[in-house]
């Protein structure tokens, strides 16, 4: 059964500082997604790894996929206040067609001034 | 473009009532999604749907039903409702594939009393 943790649940930094959140899953999967999810609100895409050693970024937020340790990272360099939110990984646990996505415990990040 | 339409956005029912949230979307995407969210978690797969015609359960379906007759909807049905089916819904689509991200809706909310 593919299982995702997420750690740390919750962070709370200041603006201008680096910090990294972690996803490992237990079953081999190289479909991994990282989703935004404002409070009240539904959940907004932010970057899709598909490979092994991928990257992608967008401003302040960079994602990474390792397959053979089962890791994604989401670095966050120079946080401002607009970043605070909750963010969820999820790995695709099916074979073909579609997403059967098992999602972490979410991150919740707080980013004071 | 509205995307992802869920209705209702809140709801309370009293436990042994039915009733069916719907979910519709005007993006042409083949692929649905139900998942539910707890408190402090991450969203579990109800069920989803390939196409019209075409269903399957994901890691919770119990307690659920749905249907696929177009392309644009893929209500949940909720039979004798009970406390633990208090939680936000939230319906999401994809073209497909593992690039396609999925799109949410807005959630709805409900509590079994």
């Known amino acids: 059964e593919l299982k995702v943790e997420q750690n740390p649940l919750f962070l709370s930094m200041q603006e201008g500082k680096n910090y990294t959140i972690y996803c490992n899953y237990s079953?081999?999967?190289?479909?991994l997604y990282w989703y935004r999810q404002d409070p009240g609100k539904s959940l907004e895409s932010l970057f899709v790894?598909?490979?092994?050693?991928a990257v992608k970024q967008e401003g302040r937020l960079m994602a990474s996929l390792d397959t053979k340790a089962r890791l994604s990272t989401l670095h966050i360099t120079a946080a401002v206040h607009d970043l605070s939110a909750t963010y969820f990984c999820?790995?695709?646990?099916?074979?073909?067609?579609?997403?059967?996505?098992?999602f972490g415990q979410g991150t919740r990040l707080t980013i004071n001034p | 473009n509205a995307g992802v339409t869920q209705t209702p956005k809140f709801r309370i029912l009293k436990i042994g009532q039915s009733m069916t949230l719907q979910c519709t979307q005007d993006m042409n995407h083949n692929y649905m999604y139900w998942y539910r969210q707890d408190p402090g978690m991450g969203l579990k797969l109800i069920y989803y749907?390939?196409?019209?015609?075409?269903?399957d359960k994901g890691e919770v379906p119990n307690g659920y039903n749905v249907s696929r007759s177009t392309t644009e909807d893929f209500p949940l049905r909720l039979e004798l409702a009970a406390p633990s089916q208090t939680s936000v819904y939230f319906c999401?689509?994809?073209?497909?594939?593992?690039?396609?991200?999925?799109?949410f809706g807005n959630g709805t909310r409900l509590t079994v009393t």
């Open positions: 999401a689509s994809s073209y497909g594939g593992p690039r396609s991200p999925l799109h």
């Open positions: 079953t081999t999967s190289d479909r």
């Open positions: 749907s390939v196409g019209a015609g075409i269903t």
């Open positions: 790894l598909l490979s092994n050693r």
């Open positions: 999820a790995v695709d646990g099916g074979l073909q067609g579609a997403q059967k996505l098992v």
